[in-house]
């Protein structure tokens, strides 16, 4: 039977998380509000990366090959143990991000479960319209489903929907379950139907929500925003394994988070839901500035080993 263990963070927001947001809402926010081309916040997000996000002492990077051609990051932090593989969909709206901007953060949760992983570099529109960011997380699954202590699935953002939509993908075709799925702040309805998307337009202190329709355009090219591979709002998780849910009370994409909560635990999945205060989209990436990423992290550790045994 479906559980939601949902939880809403008590207490005041600090003071490092007031001054992170008010910077974002007055910098990045502005800025994505006004870039009309991928190829500025492709270069943007990349050195951004570079300057902010570092991983821990002693991760291990490499460039592997997934399937015939799906170039991808493989994650091995220090102290390894047997155990599942962590297969990450990065975000960026499906037009933007790439392995390298997500690695850092998979490297801490990587070193936090001591587990490896691995980043797939899917396919990006506008160039590769969908459903080619789908069919590229299904070769990269399918890539690793024998591995021997199993799978667990992750990603944020457009990531996150697009490991849900996966993890519906899979039940579909039969193929062998991942452990379980987690999803910081996850799109899961490009049709933009939640209040959300409205009542925190102005709250949100990162994600514009009026450049919504732009990215949906550049990635659906006429596609229909209710098709469960696009939308998991809309699939079917029938025997699907555990998942782990997270997302702000001020993002645009909160209700993503509450609808797709509500949508599992009514097809009897097992789902822990997170709803933190005052903290921006995806915060975990930003590890390096807020103490909040790092304790999100190591409770998402926690509950991956849960999963995977001792």
């Not at 600090?14 to 992170?20: D, H, P, Q």
């Not at 390298?100 to 570099?121: D, E, I, Q, Y």
């Not at 822990?272 to 921006?280: A, D, K, S, Y």
Request: with cysteine.
């Amino acid at each position: 039977m479906g559980r939601d263990r949902g939880e809403d963070s008590g207490g005041s927001v600090s003071l490092r998380a007031r001054l992170l947001c008010g910077w974002l809402r007055q910098t990045e926010k502005r800025w994505i509000a006004r870039a009309s081309e991928p190829e500025p916040l492709r270069r943007h997000m990349e050195q951004s990366a570079r300057v902010f996000f570092h991983p821990p002492p002693g991760v291990r990077f490499a460039d592997i090959t997934l399937g015939a051609s799906l170039a991808a990051t493989r994650v091995t932090p220090q102290g390894m143990r047997p155990g599942p593989l962590i297969l990450y969909l990065h975000g960026g709206g499906y037009i933007f991000g790439s392995p390298r901007t997500h690695r850092a953060m998979v490297a801490h949760l990587a070193v936090r479960a001591r587990l490896g992983a691995v980043l797939p570099r899917y396919r990006l529109a506008p160039e590769h319209a969908f459903p080619a960011a789908p069919e590229d997380a299904l070769v990269a699954y399918r890539a690793v489903v024998d591995h021997p202590g199993g799978v667990i699935l992750g990603g944020d953002s457009a990531g996150g929907g697009l490991a849900l939509a996966l993890l519906a993908q899979i039940g579909a075709l039969g193929l062998r379950q991942p452990l379980g799925t987690f999803c910081f702040s996850p799109l899961t309805d490009m049709a933009f139907s939640g209040p959300s998307f409205v009542t925190n337009a102005k709250a949100d202190p990162l994600l514009p929500a009026h450049r919504a329709a732009d990215m949906a355009k550049m990635y659906l090219q006429g596609a229909d925003a209710e098709d469960p591979r696009a939308s998991p709002l809309y699939a079917d998780f029938s025997g699907a394994g555990p998942v782990w849910l997270t997302a702000a009370d001020t993002e645009i994409l909160l209700d993503d988070t509450i609808r797709i909560a509500e949508h599992l635990t009514a097809q009897e999945v097992d789902v822990t839901r997170i709803i933190e205060r005052g903290l921006p989209h995806v915060w975990p990436l930003m590890h390096g500035l807020l103490p909040q990423a790092h304790q999100t992290l190591a409770g998402l550790a926690r509950w991956i080993n849960s999963l995977a045994g001792p």
